[in-house]
T-cell receptor, first 113, second 119 residues
Framework: NAGVMQNPRHLVRRRGQEARLRCSPMKGHSHVYWYRQLPEEGLKFMVYLQKENIIDESGMPKERFSAEFPKEGPSILRIQQVVRGDSAAYFC???????????FGPGTRLTVL | AQTVTQSQPEMSVQEAETVTLSCTYDTSESDYYLFWYKQPPSRQMILVIRQEAYKQQNATENRFSVNFQKAAKSFSLKISDSQLGDAAMYFCAYRSARREQGGSEKLVFGKGTKLTVNP
């Protein structure tokens, strides 16, 4: 059973461009979570999704950030008009059931020039 | 809001020795889960151990064990017979156990402790 997959592993964008981060949960997992890790910090929750629904986006910045988890395909975290402060590692986690342990992907390291 | 504090930014241990990493948390809830995750240089987040707050028995996974003190809101991780491969950042995390619509499924993390294992 493959683990949580994220791509790309590294992404470089110039200020003002868009960044798209993809997450494929483990097989059988319908709950997806996105976290952001700034340098020298722990992970901070951004958003929790189930298939086709955003359940909790309390940690997501109100502007420029959006997330989706369509019926088919990976979950996407989209950052529009990136700024240098968006540079961070973005982790996706998945779980099979509500309340179950979250398993993490390897992360996407976003660098904004 | 819940908070998690790891007061040791860095720790070191000799290979084969034992080390304890500290974690305290603040919550008004009575039912929750606590976790320790390991992040090696590859940056992959790996689950080390999980503790349910309603269980009095401390969780154990091979060389890893916890000391869960619910009244003190303390959740320390003990690594026995330390190995070079244990070198990593260790994060303590909290999650509510409330099962309500839109409930808190999010993990709340501490800032981490960097563990160095000396040969």
């Amino acid at each position: 059973n493959a683990g949580v997959m994220q791509n790309p592993r590294h992404l470089v964008r110039r200020r003002g461009q868009e960044a798209r981060l993809r997450c494929s949960p483990m097989k059988g997992h319908s709950h997806v979570y996105w976290y952001r890790q700034l340098p020298e910090e722990g992970l901070k929750f951004m958003v929790y999704l189930q298939k086709e629904n955003i359940i909790d986006e309390s940690g997501m910045p109100k502007e420029r950030f959006s997330a989706e988890f369509p019926k088919e395909g990976p979950s996407i975290l989209r950052i529009q008009q990136v700024v240098r402060g968006d540079s961070a590692a973005y982790f996706c986690a998945s779980s099979p059931f509500l309340g179950d342990t979250q398993y993490f992907g390897p992360g996407t390291r976003l660098t904004v020039l | 809001a819940q908070t998690v504090t790891q007061s040791q930014p860095e720790m070191s241990v000799q290979e084969a020795e034992t080390v304890t990493l500290s974690c305290t948390y603040d919550t008004s809830e009575s039912d929750y889960y606590l976790f320790w995750y390991k992040q090696p240089p590859s940056r992959q987040m790996i689950l080390v151990i999980r503790q349910e707050a309603y269980k009095q028995q401390n969780a154990t996974e091979n060389r890893f064990s916890v000391n869960f003190q619910k009244a003190a809101k303390s959740f320390s991780l003990k690594i026995s017979d330390s190995q070079l491969g244990d070198a990593a950042m260790y994060f303590c995390a909290y999650r509510s156990a409330r099962r309500e619509q839109g409930g808190s499924e999010k993990l709340v993390f501490g800032k981490g402790t960097k563990l160095t294992v000396n040969p």
